[in-house]
């Protein structure tokens, strides 16, 4: 059974870090690109950043470039997002998402063929 299962959300003051993990598991992991996207009320899911998937190479959004690094722990099935320098526009529910077809790092929601349920992350001010 594939599953993404997404950790490490929590209320945090603006200026703030966090860790999202995402364990994987039921699929082969090395063979997926995988990303964070973020869903906040009323607004469409976002891309945050990918990951290649022998984890060289990333993307991120320009909205947390600088700030969110992508990562990934293949011997453990893993994928991780550090948040630093958190602010109150970050605040959203975080979701982990595995690509299979994706030739490298991709933002776009619909190329992704697993999702987790989702962390929430909220950044006060």
């Known amino acids: 059974q594939v599953q993404l299962v997404e950790a490490g959300g929590g209320l945090v003051q603006a200026g703030g870090s966090l860790r999202l993990s995402c364990a994987a598991s039921?699929?082969?992991?090395?063979?997926?690109?995988m990303g964070w996207f973020r869903q906040a009320p009323g607004k469409e899911r976002e891309f945050v950043a990918s990951?290649?998937?022998?984890?060289?190479?990333?993307v991120d959004a320009e909205s947390v470039k600088g700030r969110f690094t992508i990562s990934r722990d293949n011997a453990k099935g893993w994928v991780y997002l550090w948040m630093n320098s958190l602010k109150p526009e970050d605040t959203a529910i975080y979701y982990c998402?595995?690509?299979?077809?994706?030739?490298?790092?991709?933002?776009?929601?619909?190329?992704?063929?697993?999702w987790g349920q989702g962390t929430q992350v909220t950044v006060s001010s």
């Open positions: 990951i290649s998937r022998s984890g060289d190479s990333t």
């Open positions: 039921g699929f082969p992991f090395t063979r997926y690109i």
């Open positions: 998402a595995a690509c299979e077809r994706c030739p490298l790092p991709s933002a776009r929601r619909y190329e992704y063929d697993e």
